[in-house]
């Protein structure tokens, strides 16, 4: 089928990598993405206790315009984390972290 003009091959490989094939009888372009299932990793820069942001986070600051007293952008500005845990004791602060974790637009909150 020499008429053909462009294809897309999609290949499956191991550890829930892929890669795909895009072009023409002329010239082809590969493109590769891997671990599209990878689990998120918890950033470094949190502070130590339960609540924490992952390496998911795209920085939008939603998180720190709910509680800037519990979230803070990296110093890189590639992402925020926590550098204070909330306070178990204070109910306000505790709230705000609930409203920092469900306005959270790709859930790297945990």
């Not at 089928?1 to 490989?13: C, D, E, P, R, V």
């Not at 939008?60 to 890189?76: E, G, L, V």
């Amino acid at each position: 089928m020499k008429s053909l003009n462009a294809f897309l091959l999609l290949i499956t490989q191991p550890a829930n990598t892929f890669a795909f094939t895009v072009g023409s009888i002329s010239g082809i372009t590969s493109h590769s993405c891997t671990n599209l299932r990878a689990a998120p990793k918890r950033i470094g820069d949190n502070a130590e206790g339960v609540l924490y942001v992952n390496d998911k986070c795209i920085n939008c600051s939603a998180c720190s315009h709910f509680a800037p007293d519990i979230f803070a952008r990296a110093p890189s500005d590639g992402y925020h984390f926590v550098h204070n845990q909330p306070s178990l004791e204070d109910d306000d602060q505790i709230d705000r972290a609930r409203a920092a974790l469900s306005a959270c637009p790709v859930a790297a909150i945990r």
